[in-house]
């Protein structure tokens, strides 16, 4: 089992960055396959990034390519989202979410979720 607490959100104009970090309780992290997620008001949480167990495999979302990356650091337990280029509809709670086996991009597939932070990006 692993506990999950996102950190990095905040206030941003667009055209800012911002690095949203994952942090992991329990000392199985690094077998995990982590995700990131995001909910914008209205609508229903959609896929934004994958990062396999090792961080040797990443996918992302067409919408966000070239702009978002995400990384891990299995030392520090934690998974992060790198975010350029921000722009107003980015605005959104963002999830990281954690499964074993294999990398995913459906939300039915994590077992784990944080409780998310928050993303706003003033026009």
């Known amino acids: 089992q692993v506990q999950l607490v996102e950190s990095g959100g905040g206030l941003v104009q667009a055209g800012g960055s911002l690095r949203l970090s994952c942090a992991a309780s329990g000392r199985t992290f690094s077998q995990y396959n982590m995700g990131w997620f995001r909910q914008a008001p209205g609508k229903e949480r959609e896929f934004v990034a994958a990062?396999?167990?090792?961080?040797?495999?990443?996918s992302y979302a067409d919408s966000v390519k070239g702009r978002f990356t995400t990384s891990r650091d299995n030392a520090k337990n934690t998974v992060y989202l790198q975010i350029n280029n921000l722009k107003p509809e980015d605005t959104a709670v963002y999830y990281c979410?954690?499964?074993?086996?294999?990398?995913?991009?459906?939300?039915?597939?994590?077992?784990?979720w944080g409780q998310g932070t928050q993303v706003t990006v003033s026009s």
């Open positions: 990062i396999r167990w090792d961080g040797g495999s990443t």
């Open positions: 979410g954690a499964r074993l086996w294999n990398m995913r991009t459906t939300i039915s597939d994590y077992n784990y």
